[in-house]
């Protein structure tokens, strides 16, 4: 019986599982090995680091440098397992075209341009264009979906609340040798924006997803 993939260190091995079964089986073993994380961001279901030196360390005496590819562990449990390989394709596109030479974004790195719509097209990816990241919304094609069927891929069952607190010092009580501890709440709203006529709402948590009624858009958070 499989293990469930309801804590941390789990489902950071599974998404670096996956990884490894995409360089084999979609992207035909071209892609250097990556750190492949669990992210706080909650803006972006994922990200890639340009930088080829993000992560650095030694394996069997030598040393290696290693781009980063992030997952944001806030919508984890709450998208299909099929969603969550579309991200972590879209990222290993990024990673195929800097490995490639392939110019494939600009705009600081919002925008997604042509090279990358085929890229990601011919690595299973349906991609549709977006006002504000161009070719850059994604999701599996029928290659991908087969993807995700042959290998049996197990859902996630976990998602990291955004609503938490901080504690920021040592003990809370200076006489004993530590400072005064203080909590810092992030905001209970947030802001959703529909991409075609910019109207604007707020929700009370995150994870929510609603529609414009208008322009049947869904709305996206700002």
């Known amino acids: ?116 719509r085929s890229a990601a097209t011919k690595h299973g990816l349906i991609v549709e264009q977006h006002p504000k990241v161009g070719f850059g919304v994604t999701s599996c094609g029928e290659r991908l979906l087969q993807f995700c069927i042959d290998n049996d891929l197990q859902e996630f069952q976990l998602n990291r609340s955004s609503d938490y607190f901080v504690a920021i010092g040592g003990s809370s009580s200076p006489s004993s040798g530590g400072s005064t501890t203080t909590t810092t709440r992030r905001s209970s709203s947030y802001k959703l924006l529909c991409p075609s006529c910019g109207c604007t709402v707020r929700a009370t948590r995150l994870g929510v997803q609603l529609m414009c009624i208008s322009c049947s858009e869904e709305m996206e958070y700002v």
């Open 1 to 116: 019986m499989a293990k469930q993939l309801n804590n941390v260190q789990r489902a950071q091995q599974y998404l670096k599982k996956i990884f490894r079964l995409l360089n084999e089986q979609i992207f035909d073993g071209e892609l250097d090995d990556v750190q492949v994380v669990l992210s706080n961001n909650s803006r972006v279901y994922g990200y890639y680091t340009l930088n080829s030196a993000t992560w650095t360390g030694q394996a069997n005496g030598e040393q290696f440098c290693q781009h980063e590819i992030g997952i944001s562990s806030q919508y984890l449990a709450s998208r299909d397992v099929c969603e969550v390989v579309a991200t972590l394709t879209h990222e290993c596109v990024h990673h195929w075209c800097y490995l490639k030479g392939i110019k494939d974004v600009s705009r600081n790195g919002y925008w997604h341009n042509k090279s990358f």
